[in-house]
């Protein structure tokens, strides 16, 4: 990551410009949440409770936190952990095991940040609903939702093996790896390509054993690299750190635009959250492996170019293309990927300056 070095003060500073404009254009006092897209009038937009992308408004809070060690992040942690439960009707848990990970993960984070008692007590909770998923179903795997156990896919189970490994790494519950291993173990066997490292999305979702082999998304890419790397940070094996550096490598080379290497336009909704994930542990290789330059120098690239081309005229505002800056509504999910990545670059930046 030497070409890294000397601009961590530069992408500290973008990544704060972008937290701002997240609190100064999303934040509604009134809910204790943000608002679900950029203008929203009153509040009307919020129709729906978007529970996942809530979780990963919390995790880019803890991003923030931990650059900026500024005591703002952690009080909006505080109000959006009062204003979600609050929204979610006083629980935690919810019908999608694929949601409650992603909740749970970004808790988590929030605990070991802030060692705030609540975050921790959080992310177990919903861990215990989350391991209720893993049925015989297809041989295994955690099901999508509870109301369709004998569908299995991507979302569902590589962020429920990031999340047993970290909560091994914290906790030391030897079950937690166990977990880990074997949700990983599963997702390799079933919903990843043997040959290319692809990883697919799901399987049985219309009931015939089908895989989704077609539905190609960054998301899913970026789980699965996540979920090895936790698990050689833990084991020290070099079979995972492999998988994780052919998905990477794979993932570029079919998603990528060939030309400038900026990630894929994957449409508003849910999928304004997908280049965020597959971002965020593609850092998390280039952190892991001492011979993942090329993931650093990918990050960089989409990030110049989300900087350069990708930013609002009135903020740093981001929406789905990180090639042009948005036009009218930006919604939450797409300035969530697109901090996400700027976060990611102040902090291998001062990774590289130490």
């Given at each position: 990551m030497k070409h890294l070095k000397l601009e961590a003060g530069l992408w500290e500073e973008r990544a704060e410009e972008a937290q701002e404009a997240l609190d100064h254009f999303f934040w509604n006092e009134s809910i204790g949440m943000y608002n679900i897209e950029t203008p929203c009038p009153d509040g009307e937009c919020n129709i729906v409770f978007h529970y996942w992308w809530m979780a990963h408004a919390v995790d880019v809070l803890v991003d923030g936190l931990l650059r900026a060690k500024n005591g703002r992040y952690e009080a909006r942690l505080a109000s959006l952990y009062d204003g979600l439960l609050r929204r979610n009707g006083g629980v935690w848990p919810n019908e999608l095991y694929d949601d409650m990970e992603w909740m749970a993960l970004a808790w988590l984070r929030a605990y070991q940040a802030t060692g705030e008692t609540r975050y921790k007590e959080t992310a177990l909770l919903l861990w215990q609903d989350i391991k209720t998923g893993w049925n015989n179903h297809m041989e295994g795997g955690i099901a999508w939702q509870k109301s369709q156990l004998d569908y299995k896919n991507t979302p569902a189970n590589a962020p429920a093996a990031i999340l047993a490994a970290r909560l091994y790494q914290s906790f030391a519950e030897p079950q937690d790896l166990e977990w880990a291993e074997n949700i990983f173990n599963w997702q390799k066997r079933h919903l990843v390509d043997p040959e290319t490292g692809f990883v697919w999305d799901g399987m049985n979702r219309?009931?015939?054993?089908?895989?989704?082999?077609?539905?190609?998304?960054?998301?899913?890419?970026?789980?699965?690299?996540?979920?090895?790397?936790?698990?050689?940070?833990?084991?020290?094996?070099?079979?995972?750190?492999?998988?994780?550096?052919?998905?990477?490598?794979?993932?570029?080379?079919?998603?990528?635009?060939?030309?400038?290497?900026?990630?894929?336009?994957?449409?508003?909704?849910?999928?304004?959250?997908?280049?965020?994930?597959?971002?965020?542990?593609?850092?998390?290789?280039?952190?892991?492996?001492?011979?993942?330059?090329?993931?650093?120098?990918?990050?960089?690239?989409?990030?110049?170019?989300?900087?350069?081309?990708?930013?609002?005229?009135?903020?740093?505002?981001?929406?789905?293309?990180?090639?042009?800056?948005?036009?009218?509504?930006?919604?939450?999910?797409?300035?969530?990927?697109?901090?996400?990545?700027?976060?990611r670059m102040a902090e291998l930046s001062r990774m590289a300056d130490k």
């Open positions: 219309e009931g015939d054993g089908s895989i989704d082999k077609d539905w190609k998304y960054t998301y899913n890419q970026g789980v699965y690299i996540g979920a090895a790397i936790e698990l050689y940070r833990i084991k020290g094996q070099a079979a995972y750190l492999e998988d994780a550096r052919q998905t990477f490598a794979t993932a570029v080379r079919e998603l990528a635009d060939p030309q400038s290497g900026v990630l894929p336009e994957e449409g508003n909704g849910d999928g304004g959250l997908f280049k965020g994930i597959l971002v965020r542990y593609a850092a998390e290789l280039a952190k892991a492996d001492p011979d993942a330059s090329e993931a650093a120098a990918f990050l960089r690239q989409n990030a110049e170019l989300l900087w350069e081309r990708g930013k609002g005229v009135e903020g740093a505002l981001f929406g789905t293309d990180w090639s042009h800056p948005p036009a009218g509504i930006v919604q939450l999910s797409s300035q969530l990927s697109g901090i996400k990545l700027l976060e």
